[in-house]
C-alpha cells in the first residue's frame, strides 16, 4: 500500500507491546469454545475494545505541521509530544520544509515554493535580529515547516486512524503516514497477525 507521496517521513517504532492482553480479554468470553482462533474471532465478534489492551509508540520525523494538525484530531486512545516551534530554527538547515509532490513535479511552481520560503527564513531571521523572541517570530513560519512527533496508540485506536487516512481522498501526506505506519506495524509478527483481519470500512 503506497501513495504518490515523496519518500521524506520517517517512522521509527520505539516501543511496542506484545498483544497479550488482548488474548487474555478474549478469555473472559463466554464463547469459550470458539476462541481458538482470537484474532480472527476479535474482528468477527466486533470485539474492538479487548484491542486497546496492547499499544505501540513510534516517532515520525520529516513531516509538515500540516500533517501533524490533521493527526492530532486522533484523540482517543492516543497521546502526542511535538516538537515545539520555538526552539525550531530555519537558519540552521536549509531543507526545512516539505515541498508537495504535485508542486515538487512543476519546476516553475517549485522554484516559486523555494523562493516564498527563503522570503520567510529571511524575515524569521529579520525578527530574532530585531530582539523578536522565538515565540513571536516563529509567527512568520508556514505550515509547511518540517517537525517531529513521537505518538503512542492502542490498536483499536490504529486501526481507526487507517480506516480514515488510508483512503484515496485523504490528503497525501497523512496516507503517506498511515501506508508507513501499516507498512511498519506489518513487521511486527503478532501484531500483523491481528491487523491482516481487518478489513477495510469495517471498524464502526
Known amino acids: 500500500m503506497t501513495s504518490e507521496g515523496v519518500e521524506i517521513m520517517e517512522i521509527e517504532l520505539i516501543q511496542v507491546t506484545p498483544t497479550t492482553g ?7 468470553s463466554r464463547r469459550k469454545a470458539s476462541i481458538d482462533k482470537i484474532p480472527e474471532k476479535v474482528f468477527k465478534w466486533g470485539h474492538w475494545s479487548v484491542l ?32 515545539s516551534q520555538r526552539y525550531f530554527n530555519p537558519l540552521e538547515e536549509p531543507d526545512w520544509y516539505v515541498i ?24 524569521y531571521k529579520f525578527y530574532r535580529e530585531n530582539g523578536i523572541p522565538k515565540e513571536d517570530a516563529r509567527f512568520c513560519l508556514p505550515n ?7 505518538w503512542t496508540l492502542n490498536m483499536n485506536s490504529l486501526i481507526w486512524f487507517f480506516e480514515q487516512r ?4 485523504a490528503q497525501w501526506e497523512i496516507r503517506e503516514l498511515a501506508n508507513k505506519l501499516y507498512e511498519l506495524v506489518m513487521t511486527i509478527p503478532d501484531w500483523a497477525e491481528f491487523i491482516k483481519q481487518w478489513k477495510p470500512n469495517s471498524r464502526r
Open 166 to 169: 488510508m483512503k484515496s481522498d
Open 52 to 83: 486497546e489492551h496492547c499499544s505501540m509508540t513510534v516517532r515520525i520525523r520529516e513531516i509538515s505541521r500540516v500533517c501533524t494538525h490533521q493527526l492530532v484530531r486522533h484523540r482517543i486512545g492516543v497521546t502526542f509530544t511535538q516538537e
Open 100 to 123: 508537495p509532490p504535485r508542486i515538487l513535479k512543476n519546476e516553475e511552481l517549485k522554484e516559486k515554493f523555494i523562493q516564498a520560503r527563503d522570503k520567510e527564513a529571511e524575515e
Open 22 to 28: 488482548i488474548i487474555e480479554g478474549m478469555k473472559t
Open 144 to 150: 509547511a515547516c518540517k517537525t517531529t512527533v513521537t
